[in-house]
Nanobody
């Protein structure tokens, strides 16, 4: 069964940090070959692209998170990370990872809540 597993979310105060992880080991994704991305969906809003990491390791970010979020990966461990710093209330959402451009079934996501 194809599976993407996100973890690391939680409740954090504005200005705080979280590190999300995406386990791709049960998905068939090959991180040295596939492009990966983090997405988020806030209540009542459409899912949006947050960050992309290409097979080469080159990264790209949505303007709203540029300079605050960093996407990285460990090919050997089949893990993709999203380091989120200086979090803002508007970052509150469920965060998902998936292959960029050719989606697999979505995982359960991980809830990030930024609130004082």
């Amino acid at each position: 069964q194809v599976q993407l597993v996100e973890s690391g979310g939680g409740l954090v105060q504005p200005g705080g940090s979280l590190r999300l992880s995406c386990d791709t080991s049960a998905s068939g994704i090959v991180l040295s070959r596939d492009f990966m991305a983090w997405y988020r969906q806030a209540p009542g809003k459409q899912r949006e692209l947050v960050a992309t990491i290409f097979s080469s390791g080159i990264t790209d970010y949505a303007d709203s998170v540029k300079g605050r979020f960093t996407v990285s990966k460990d090919n050997a461990k089949n893990l993709v990370y999203l380091q989120m710093n200086n979090l803002k209330p508007e970052d509150t959402a469920v965060y998902y990872c998936n292959r960029k451009g050719s989606f697999l079934p979505w995982g359960q996501g991980t809830q990030v809540t930024v609130s004082s």
